[in-house]
């Protein structure tokens, strides 16, 4: 008798949120326990695994390499985060720097690997190339001086009869997308990883505690959040980066601990009572891709000055009406 064993086929799922930090809002601090999750897209809310969320196929995936092979490094080194959260939620000091780089480690690749912006970036080669076309398209000859090339490079066939006038209202119609390879994400995504993770461990940053009645703090799919200190939106006169003083990174480290990193004051530890943590929670959802996660829906959230805070169960009814409103 003899047994055959297939070997076990490839996670496709990839986190872009690693597990290690998203079980911290959950009911019992572990993989296997459950989040909340309200989707502020349709106001939707549901209770999951964190295994289950902030994840899409094959985002770790590169082209030349053997398959998981990424994925796999990435394991590794969130392992190492992992430890590094135990401690910075045991002491809630800062103090233990050697820890803190690595909770910023994650912190940097967190917010140079979302799906927001690769997005942004796709969006970016999009405008680039329908410029460059108008130019190309701008007379016949152009066009023409152009195909030539393309043909001898390999790009279009050469027995292809499309023409002219074809490709120019193919064009302007606009319907078509240009999609980079997530290859290329990738190695924009390490490219710019380290001058981030630089601009983190320079900052001065404040631990916030949540006080014991206050409900505690809430997690994203975009959980490192960047902004003006004064409040103000990003414009393209005023613009927001990593590098620029005068701006706040909020990054919540656990649903007891979050941090706010300035390149202002001194930094430290405050415990914060139930309005703050309700005011954090509410920028915090301000910068959400889509999805907020909590341990459950009895979190607090502000509306503004002056309003009553409203609970997290109160979240899926808010954007409903949002989005009725909307239409």
Same mark, same amino acid.
């Given at each position: 008798?003899?047994?055959?064993?297939?070997?076990?086929?490839?996670?496709?799922?990839?986190?872009?949120?690693?597990?290690?930090?998203?079980?911290?809002?959950?009911?019992?601090?572990?993989?296997?326990?459950?989040?909340?999750?309200?989707?502020?897209?349709?106001?939707?809310?549901?209770?999951?695994?964190?295994?289950?969320?902030?994840?899409?196929?094959?985002?770790?995936?590169?082209?030349?390499?053997?398959?998981?092979?990424?994925?796999?490094?990435?394991?590794?080194?969130?392992?190492?985060?992992?430890?590094?959260?135990?401690?910075?939620?045991?002491?809630?000091?800062?103090?233990?720097?050697?820890?803190?780089?690595?909770?910023?480690?994650?912190?940097?690749?967190?917010? /140079?690997? !979302?799906? @927001?912006?690769?997005?942004?970036?796709?969006?970016?080669? $999009?405008? *680039?190339? +329908?410029?460059?076309? &108008?130019?190309?398209?701008?007379?016949?000859?152009?066009?023409?001086?152009?195909?030539?090339?393309?043909?001898?490079?390999?790009?279009?066939?050469?027995?292809?009869?499309?023409?002219?006038?074809?490709?120019?209202?193919?064009?302007?119609?606009?319907?078509?997308?240009?999609? /980079?390879? !997530?290859? @290329?994400?990738?190695?924009?995504?390490?490219?710019?990883? $380290?001058? *981030?993770? +630089?601009?983190?461990? &320079?900052?001065?940053?404040?631990?916030?505690?949540?006080?014991?009645?206050?409900?505690?703090?809430?997690?994203?799919?975009?959980?490192?959040?960047?902004?003006?200190?004064?409040?103000?939106?990003?414009?393209?006169?005023?613009?927001?980066?990593?590098?620029?003083?005068?701006?706040?990174?909020?990054?919540?480290?656990?649903?007891?601990?979050?941090?706010?990193?300035?390149?202002?004051?001194?930094?430290?530890?405050?415990?914060?009572?139930?309005?703050?943590?309700?005011?954090?929670?509410?920028?915090?959802?301000?910068?959400?891709?889509?999805?907020?996660?909590?341990?459950?829906?009895?979190?607090?959230?502000?509306?503004?000055?002056?309003?009553?805070?409203?609970?997290?169960?109160?979240?899926?009814?808010?954007?409903?009406?949002?989005?009725?409103?909307?239409?």
């Amino acid at each position: 008798m003899s047994i055959t064993i297939k070997p076990m086929g490839e996670a496709r799922g990839h986190h872009y949120i690693s597990q290690c930090y998203l079980k911290r809002f959950t009911r019992n601090g572990s993989k296997k326990s459950h989040l909340w999750v309200c989707d502020l897209s349709n106001g939707s809310s549901f209770s999951t695994a964190p295994a289950n969320v902030a994840k899409v196929r094959d985002y770790n995936r590169i082209e030349g390499l053997p398959p998981g092979e990424l994925d796999n490094r990435l394991g590794v080194f969130e392992a190492a985060a992992d430890k590094a959260l135990d401690i910075i939620e045991q002491s809630r000091t800062l103090d233990d720097f050697d820890a803190w780089v690595h909770v910023l480690n994650l912190a940097a690749l967190f917010a /140079v690997r !979302t799906p @927001r912006m690769r997005e942004t970036v796709r969006d970016f080669h $999009e405008q *680039v190339a +329908r410029m460059t076309m &108008d130019l190309v398209l701008a007379t016949p000859e152009r066009w023409e001086s152009q195909a030539r090339k393309a043909r001898a490079a390999g790009h279009i066939p050469h027995d292809s009869d499309v023409t002219y006038e074809q490709i120019k209202d193919f064009h302007e119609r606009g319907e078509y997308k240009v999609i /980079v390879p !997530t290859t @290329r994400h990738i190695g924009y995504e390490f490219k710019v990883f $380290e001058p *981030v993770l +630089r601009t983190l461990v &320079d900052r001065k940053w404040t631990l916030c505690v949540a006080a014991p009645n206050s409900g505690g703090f809430i997690a994203t799919d975009n959980p490192v959040c960047l902004m003006h200190s004064d409040g103000e939106p990003t414009t393209l006169m005023r613009p927001v980066g990593h590098g620029l003083t005068g701006t706040t990174v909020l990054f919540p480290v656990s649903r007891d601990l979050l941090a706010v990193g300035t390149f202002e004051g001194e930094g430290g530890v405050r415990t914060l009572p139930r309005e703050f943590v309700a005011y954090f929670n509410a920028l915090l959802m301000g910068y959400a891709d889509k999805q907020v996660f909590a341990a459950d829906d009895r979190f607090f959230f502000s509306q503004g000055p002056g309003k009553p805070l409203r609970r997290g169960g109160d979240l899926p009814r808010l954007v409903q009406a949002r989005k009725a409103k909307s239409r």
